[in-house]
């Protein structure tokens, strides 16, 4: 696991829906390739996390230079609230007002609604197929605009993501 990514996992805060993480590497119980897994108490819940390998910013059809926060795709288990495999993603900016974000796996594309800086999708039924795709895809491309008009395109691999996934699940289950 790269240092990238524990720092970015480390440095999030509680947002809408995104997995309540700690400030220190102690919930962390797995990590294979390019994912790893955190578990949480007080409500239990486990999420599979991952940082992009490649991030690219346009304005105006050019490639520019933006500073943004954390960049992250999770996939998270709360078995207190009924939730097994949602999907969420955080861009590290706030997202335009009334825009969406496009998650595309393997030629699927998958539509996510945005508030602030996250987005997921609509239902849980889209979750699944999400996270059908995660396993038996590559890569995952998200693309979205944030609220000062920067296009983002950002790649995450997915070697790793089935074995966490299913970790998170495992230990989440019941």
Do not use: H
């Amino acid at each position: 696991m790269t240092g990238r990514i524990l720092s970015s996992i480390l440095a999030l805060t509680i947002g809408l829906g995104v997995p309540a993480m700690a400030q220190d590497e102690s919930n962390r119980v797995a990590a294979e390739t390019d994912w790893a897994v955190f578990q949480g108490d007080e409500p239990k819940e486990c999420w599979a996390v991952t940082a992009p390998k490649e991030t690219v910013n346009t304005r105006d059809g050019n490639v520019v230079s933006v500073r943004r926060g954390d960049i992250l795709l999770f996939v998270t288990y709360r078995p207190d609230q009924d939730i097994a495999g949602e999907v969420s993603f955080t861009g590290g900016y706030p997202f335009a007002e009334g825009s969406t974000a496009t998650l595309e796996i393997a030629g699927s594309k998958f539509e996510l609604f945005t508030k602030g800086e996250y987005a997921w999708p609509a239902t849980p039924s889209e979750d699944q197929k999400i996270v059908t795709a995660l396993k038996r895809g590559a890569d995952a491309v998200v693309t979205a605009r944030s609220s000062r008009g920067t296009q983002t395109k950002d790649t995450f691999s997915l070697l790793g993501a089935t074995s966490m996934i299913e970790e998170a699940e495992r230990l989440c289950d019941g």
